[in-house]
């Protein structure tokens, strides 16, 4: 066997190491993508890397030997967690799971067509647990059924799953993808995917319209770094 990524060599025996390595390489952002090659013969190795989210790539041949290109990237562990923990309370020949692109959420439970999608945004900003916990949040709701909603009954099932009942919403995206980030005169930020057409105060300072809270907007990619900037 031979591996283009020294971190996996060690750990290719046991799956629990793998996957170790695997969630502290993504939330580290250590390397984006990791990668070997296994001889196409070797079906114990290969099955360890396809249980702990490596995908498949091309065949390619070295001297007489036969090999193939193995990859995982954070969405395809992202994706072996999420179907893994799907696997242990719902019917996987029925339920599904995606990525969507969301901006405002975090996660999904769509009951018509039976699928759980999680943001691609909320991925690439947080932690492979904290991604985890919005795909507890959305099998509780799966679990629990849509009548339930965030009732008592559905945050009894979450928390009996492992969800520890902590928020994430569409601002910690926000924060790292809108496009026009606003400050009002007490440095409070506001962010946007359009820039507002009217003028805002800050509701922060003060509800309702104030001009002495106007928020002034700039591009994300201009310096912002107080109000009279």
């Known amino acids: 066997m031979a ?10 025996e046991d799956e629990q190491s793998m996957i170790s390595m695997l969630s502290t390489n993504f939330d580290q952002r250590n390397q984006e993508v990791i990668k070997t090659f296994v001889e196409v013969s070797d079906f114990p190795t290969i099955a360890r890397l396809e249980n702990v ?15 193939v290109r193995y990859s995982c990237d954070r969405y395809d562990f992202v994706r072996l967690m999420a179907e893994t923990k799907m696997a242990e309370y719902l019917d996987m020949n029925e339920w599904t799971f995606n990525f969507d692109s969301a901006k405002r959420r975090a996660g999904l439970c769509n009951y018509t067509d039976k699928e759980i999608s999680i943001s691609r945004y909320m991925v690439d900003i947080h932690s492979m647990d904290e991604t985890l916990q919005v795909v507890l949040h959305e099998v509780a709701h799966a679990i629990a059924g849509k009548k339930a909603g965030h009732t008592k009954k559905w945050l009894q099932v979450a928390k009996s799953i492992g969800y520890k009942n902590e928020e994430f919403t569409g601002t910690e995206i926000a924060v790292e993808t809108a496009t026009w980030i606003g400050v009002c005169p007490s440095g409070h930020r506001h962010y946007r995917y359009r820039k507002p057409a009217k003028m805002l105060s800050c509701a922060i300072c003060k509800p309702g319209f104030d001009a002495r809270n106007l928020i002034r907007w700039r591009h994300r990619d201009e310096v912002l770094p107080n109000y009279q900037s």
Do not use: H
């Open 3 to 12: 591996f283009q990524d020294e971190l996996l060599a060690p750990l290719i």
């Open 53 to 67: 989210g490596f995908q498949k790539g091309r065949e390619f041949s070295k001297g007489s030997k036969r090999f």
